[in-house]
DNA sequence: GCATCGTTCAACCTCTGGGTTGAATATCAA
DNA sequence: TTGATATTCAACCCAGAGGTTGAACGATGC
């Protein structure tokens, strides 16, 4: 049935971010400001599929456009990138809490096995 | 005429993670091996749907899968995400010696006008 | 005014993504 | 064997992504 689920900032971020083109545009603009024909010179597409792009990272807000005269300045707007490295590095953190607990009860188990040295079935590590 | 370009590992990452249900089943995952159908339990669709999302998590190699029996356990697997994360580091360095760059030429501006202060045409900050 | 430049808008095409349902496959349990 | 359980495969639907071409539109420069 497609709910009209509005996608977060997340989504929007990493969907932007998920194309070889878009983070090549990126890339130039982290170079500093940079009139839309002069970003999309080096790449093999029309100018109109650059523009998507465009609006797709500015969607995102990953680049804010400044208009002057009859040219448009695109320039990289870091802070969307930050919240992604949060969100990655609370997944990371949680990840390794979880190795750490496990490696904790592992040396737990050894412990025990050490004091009881009756106990058979031993695990293989 | 969609030249088959093949998608490199951010594209592959990037887009793995750009999707709610996604990043909920990784989440769930960072807590330990999980099977498909537990996996899948709290979400409002079928559990095909779930499967093609883990699809796209393995081609990812977000997630891993181990055969035991008639049950699949999926294993998070955090290496995509250190790719991307160097990826946005690199970035973001980029952006910020920029502005570092830009930030010491003003100063050495402010300096050059402080030595000759017979200049009129000042710069607005 | 008029041509030109920088850019977007609009329409179209094809491929993919996310979802569905129904059937197939493999394993377990009796 | 037979039936239930865990999972995928296959076919389909619809919306959206990424690309094209052609026209429109607002500044600029004679």
Redesign the pocket.
């Known amino acids: 049935?497609?709910m009209?689920t509005t996608p977060n900032h997340l989504d929007q971020t990493l969907?932007?971010l998920?194309?070889p083109?878009?983070r090549a545009i990126l890339q130039r603009l982290s170079a500093g400001e940079t009139?839309?024909?002069?970003?999309?010179q080096p790449f093999?597409?029309?100018?109109?599929?650059?523009?998507?792009?465009?609006?797709?990272l500015e969607r995102a807000k990953l680049v804010h456009?400044r208009?002057?005269?009859?040219?448009?300045?695109l320039s990289f707007t870091p802070k969307p990138m930050d919240d992604v490295a949060r969100w990655m590095d609370a997944q990371r953190a949680n990840w390794s809490a979880r190795l750490q607990a496990l490696d904790d009860l592992l040396q737990e188990e050894d412990r025990a096995a050490a004091s009881a040295p009756a106990d058979k079935k031993g695990r293989t590590r």
């Open positions: 049935m497609r009209p969907l932007a998920a194309d083109t878009r009139r839309v024909t002069e970003l999309a093999a597409m029309s100018l109109n599929a650059v523009s998507k792009h465009i609006r797709v456009r208009r002057e005269g009859r040219e448009h300045l």
